[in-house]
């Protein structure tokens, strides 16, 4: 159950909220029970401030709290028609968070160990990179846009959203696998600088590119149809794709044949002891004969029978 805010013993005197009110040039404002309503933006960032002073209700335009000390987010309004801005301070969790944001949500660079509290819904993007997360859990259903979960500490993409119409970015983690992550995705996947030895459980439609550098994939089997560029490098299977890639590029139906060659088996195929991936040569080079590239007798990162 996503949280709900509780005002009890956190009830200021009008008084005290047209003072506060003016102090930080909040204008166009009314109060309901306690709460502050603004027809416009809220400006509270770059204020040193280890709470937010005052109590919010609903903010027509945008919030923001960046650059601060906050440890909370207690007194956040309940919804943001604009962005919503919390990044660069010291929260460990969303709760007290708004529940609906109409454009862009905010919270990367803090201590963020849970997405708990976070919003049901964003309209545009999420932001929850370079944070301490171990798990997309209270990530939001909805986004309409791009999705950033990068440079965390995450070993699953469960519990994050299904389907992403612009970008996602899951690079810099621990993940092991792509199970779990959304299977279709608008723009760009980055699952860069991870964990990875397959992609397995990844994305089947990708409308930009498709980045999967610097990780321990050997074999290409679950690739998804992407639109954009491909990035490999610093992969095992780097230097097969830099074999073959210029006749895929000339006629990509040649990838299925590659597939189809069923060239790979996992480390320890047959009671092999060297704890790297395998190759069946004969038909790796089959696969070369048909391309008309030379054959191999060996490729680096592999053990080849």
Same mark, same amino acid.
């Given at each position: 159950?996503?949280?709900?805010?509780?005002?009890?013993?956190?009830?200021?005197?009008?008084?005290?909220?047209?003072?506060? /009110?003016?102090?930080?040039?909040?204008? $166009?404002?009314?109060?309901?029970? &306690?709460?502050?309503?603004?027809?416009?933006?809220?400006?509270?960032?770059?204020?040193?401030?280890?709470?937010?002073?005052?109590?919010? &209700?609903?903010?027509?335009?945008?919030?923001?709290?960046?650059?601060?000390?906050?440890?909370?987010?207690?007194? +956040?309004?309940?919804?943001?028609?604009?962005?919503?801005?919390?990044?660069?301070?010291?929260?460990?969790?969303?709760? !007290? +968070?708004?529940?609906?944001?109409?454009?862009?949500? @905010?919270?990367?660079? $803090?201590?963020?160990?849970?997405?708990?509290? +976070?919003?049901?819904?964003?309209?545009?993007?999420?932001?929850?990179?370079?944070?301490?997360?171990?798990?997309?859990?209270? +990530?939001?259903?909805?986004?309409?846009?791009?999705?950033?979960? *990068?440079?965390?500490?995450?070993?699953?993409?469960?519990?994050?959203?299904?389907?992403?119409? !612009? $970008?996602?970015? /899951?690079?810099?983690?621990?993940?092991?696998?792509?199970?779990? !992550?959304?299977?279709?995705?608008?723009?760009?996947?980055?699952?860069?600088?991870?964990?990875?030895?397959?992609?397995?459980? !990844?994305?089947?439609?990708?409308?930009?590119?498709?980045?999967?550098?610097? *990780?321990?994939?050997?074999?290409?089997?679950?690739?998804?149809? @992407?639109?954009?560029?491909? @990035?490999?490098?610093?992969?095992?299977?780097?230097?097969?794709?830099?074999?073959?890639?210029?006749?895929?590029?000339?006629?990509?139906?040649?990838?299925?044949?590659?597939?189809?060659?069923?060239?790979?088996?996992?480390?320890?195929?047959?009671?092999?002891?060297?704890?790297?991936?395998?190759?069946?040569?004969?038909?790796?080079?089959?696969?070369?004969?048909?391309?008309?590239?030379? $054959?191999?007798?060996?490729?680096?990162?592999?053990?080849?029978?």
């Amino acid at each position: 159950m996503k949280y709900l805010k509780l005002y009890e013993n956190f009830i200021q005197p009008d008084s005290e909220i047209h003072k506060l /009110c003016k102090k930080y040039g909040i204008k $166009n404002y009314t109060i309901n029970n &306690g709460l502050v309503d603004v027809d416009g933006n809220v400006d509270l960032s770059s204020k040193k401030l280890s709470k937010l002073p005052i109590k919010f &209700g609903v903010i027509i335009g945008y919030f923001s709290c960046y650059d601060n000390q906050l440890t909370s987010l207690e007194g +956040a309004p309940q919804e943001v028609s604009g962005d919503f801005y919390c990044h660069n301070n010291k929260l460990t969790t969303l709760e !007290g +968070a708004p529940q609906k944001v109409g454009n862009s949500f @905010y919270c990367y660079n $803090n201590k963020l160990t849970s997405l708990v509290g +976070a919003p049901e819904k964003v309209g545009k993007l999420f932001n929850c990179g370079n944070n301490q997360l171990t798990s997309l859990d209270g +990530a939001p259903k909805f986004i309409g846009s791009t999705f950033y979960c *990068n440079d965390n500490k995450l070993t699953s993409l469960k519990g994050g959203p299904q389907e992403v119409s !612009g $970008n996602f970015y /899951c690079s810099g983690n621990k993940l092991t696998s792509l199970e779990g !992550g959304p299977q279709e995705v608008g723009g760009s996947f980055n699952c860069s600088v991870n964990k990875l030895t397959s992609l397995v459980g !990844g994305p089947k439609e990708v409308g930009g590119s498709f980045n999967c550098s610097v *990780n321990n994939i050997y074999r290409l089997d679950f690739i998804p149809n @992407y639109k954009g560029a491909l @990035y490999i490098s610093k992969t095992p299977f780097y230097k097969i794709w830099k074999l073959i890639e210029d006749s895929i590029e000339k006629d990509y139906t040649l990838f299925d044949h590659f597939i189809e060659n069923n060239i790979f088996r996992d480390p320890g195929y047959q009671g092999d002891n060297s704890g790297l991936p395998i190759i069946i040569l004969d038909r790796l080079n089959d696969f070369l004969d048909m391309c008309k590239i030379p $054959n191999v007798e060996e490729i680096e990162g592999y053990t080849c029978i």
